[in-house]
């Protein structure tokens, strides 16, 4: 018992050793931007995929890691059939390069699992194997985009705290936009890093989108002191959902239709935001996004 025990510590201290190692090295330039979002169902998935194809367009290197643990999804809506995935990362039978993915304008793809109760039960330590791995994945990319699973579990909560931006995506419905309060209220509790934005799906017209964003950032501002930027919204379209039958991401099956266009604006957005915006002098990527996680979790 006490020798099990005193493995799993020794194994801990050298997962931190590894991260703490990756902090060393130039990880600077990678920006972590987190997709999430309080409600499930609200279109952070197609919104993850899409924005992440949109930035590999712009000519941005994109690493794409779907960590909606255990009920990882974006391979489904990409048409791939990964061999492997996270669990294998996890129980150390591969690394993260050896299940990552090459997907439409070049985007690297690291899939998740699903219907796997071990990913969605992850400990601290697994949590902090996962990370060490991605921290492997050094300058290789300018931007790892992760799409966090919904709610507030702690894994969630471990990439949203982290990231350099968070992006919470909600539909115009009250109980969505209740819960992405509740999102951004937990993010701030536990002093989030990055700048909190915020992307409205599912709108009628535009203006319901600007309508519905000025009032959550309204009382995110009045109530928890946070500054929600708003990014934009994405119309309610059909084609997002023909692209998900057809397993084809709307940029590259629709890349005319609406949705796409919205999308491809809120990309604009976020790369203003965050690559060219110089007055934002926050220091960021890899190596703050490791620190951040070790922070959250030791
Ligand atoms: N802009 C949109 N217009 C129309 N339908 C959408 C839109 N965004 C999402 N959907 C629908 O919602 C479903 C769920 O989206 P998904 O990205 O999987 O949500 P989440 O990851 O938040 O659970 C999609 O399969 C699609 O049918
Ligand atoms: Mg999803």
Redesign the pocket.
């Known amino acids: 018992m006490r020798d099990q025990a005193e493995k799993l510590r020794a194994m801990a201290r050298s997962l931190k050793q590894q991260i703490a190692s990756e902090l060393g090295r130039g990880l600077e330039h990678t920006r972590v931007i987190a997709v999430t ?1 309080g409600k ?8 993850a995929l899409n924005l992440a194809l949109a930035l590999a367009q712009k000519g941005l290197k994109v690493t794409l890691l779907d960590a ?1 643990m255990g009920m990882a ?1 974006i391979d489904i ?1 990409m048409g791939l059939v990964p061999e492997y995935n996270l669990y294998h990362v996890l129980r150390g039978e591969k690394s993260i390069r050896d299940i990552m993915l090459t997907g439409p304008f070049g985007l690297k793809f690291i899939p998740g699992g699903s219907g796997i109760q071990e990913l969605a039960n992850l400990s601290e330590d697994e949590l902090a194997r996962v990370v060490a791995e991605l921290g492997r994945l050094d300058g290789e990319s300018d931007v790892l985009l992760i ?1 966090t699973g ?1 709610g507030i579990a702690n894994n969630v909560l471990a990439f949203v705290t982290a990231a350099d931006d968070i992006i919470v ?1 909600t539909s115009p419905e009250p109980t969505s936009l209740t819960d992405a309060y509740g999102i951004i209220k937990v993010a701030a509790a536990r002093r989030a890093r990055g700048t909190i934005y915020l992307v409205v ?2 709108v009628g017209i535009e203006a319901e989108g600007t309508l519905v964003a000025h009032k959550l950032t309204t009382v995110a501002q009045r109530f928890l002191g946070v500054e929600v930027a708003a990014l934009g919204s ?5 084609a ?2 023909r692209a ?1 039958r057809s397993q084809e991401p709307l940029l590259v099956a629709y890349p005319g239709s609406p ?1 796409a266009r919205g999308v491809r604006a809120i990309a604009d957005r976020i790369i203003a935001a965050s690559f060219e915006d110089k007055t934002a002098a926050r220091p960021g990527g890899l190596r703050s996004f490791f620190r951040s996680l070790t922070g959250f979790l030791r």
């Open positions: 979002s499930g169902g609200v279109g952070k998935t197609n919104l909606d999804n809506i799409d919904a995506v799906n599912r994405v119309l309610e379209d059909e997002v959902e998900v949705a």
